[in-house]
């Protein structure tokens, strides 16, 4: 069994600043993906970052970075530079036997 | 990238009445296709997994007999919400696999149910 926990219900960051958004997971897959996803107004699910469990090194995409802990079973996003566009949900989520399981999510909100 | 479109984006009905859900992946053949339900301001709970042939494989607590899943083909799934009641009002998300091996998993745009 796979199961996702985001902490953090809502969180806020002024623009142009980092946040870090928390997320734990648990499953009993050796081999398994953690992503995050973003979750507009719009509703549609956008893929911001993934990352293979055998790999040690955090996956980095422009100003999304992730720090994986892979024995704390802990998946964390980091936000640099944070724009007006980045306000929205976001999901962490880990895929193990075959399905990608999601967390409750946080909601962050951008202060210009 | 992957598209998966979603037919309708909101449709309304009156209780009693079957609604059907399409999910059409546009420029790849996916093995594999799951349906999620997301409540107001909540996270996305997958309701079943469905492979192209085969029978939908549900999760637990949902009723296969009130969603009924059909993925007669590569690029189409369809979620039918039979005798749908005011409970059942929600955003409904399909997603997409390209095969079995493939980690991507492409999302559609949802669509919102609501049930008078």
């Known amino acids: 069994a796979q199961t996702v926990t985001q902490s953090q219900p809502e969180m806020s960051v002024q623009e142009a600043e980092t946040v870090t958004l928390s997320c734990t997971y648990d499953t009993s897959e050796s081999d398994y993906y953690l992503f995050w996803y973003k979750q507009p107004p719009s509703r549609q699910m956008i893929l911001v970052i993934r990352q293979e469990a055998y790999k040690q090194q955090n996956a980095t995409e422009n100003r999304f970075s992730v720090n994986f802990q892979k024995a704390a079973k802990s998946f964390s996003l980091k936000i640099s530079d944070s724009q007006l566009g980045d306000a929205a949900m976001y999901f962490c989520?880990?895929?193990?036997?075959?399905?990608?399981?999601f967390g409750k999510g946080t909601r962050l909100h951008i202060l210009p | 990238g992957a598209v998966v479109s979603q037919h309708p984006s909101r449709v309304i009905c009156k209780s009693g009445t079957s609604v059907k859900i399409e999910c059409r992946s546009l420029d790849f053949q996916a093995t594999t296709m799951f349906w999620y339900r997301q409540f107001p301001k909540k996270s996305l709970m997958l309701m079943a997994t469905s492979n192209e042939g085969s029978k939908a494989t549900y999760e637990q607590g949902v009723e296969k007999d009130k969603f009924l899943i059909n993925h007669a083909s590569l690029t189409l799934s369809t979620l039918t919400v039979t005798s749908a009641h005011p409970e059942d009002s929600s955003f409904y998300i399909c997603?997409?696999?390209?095969?079995?091996?493939?980690?991507?998993?492409?999302f559609g745009p949802g669509t919102r149910l609501t049930v008078l």
């Open positions: 989520a880990s895929r193990g036997d075959d399905k990608i399981i």
């Open positions: 997603s997409a696999r390209r095969s079995l091996v493939s980690n991507e998993q492409f």
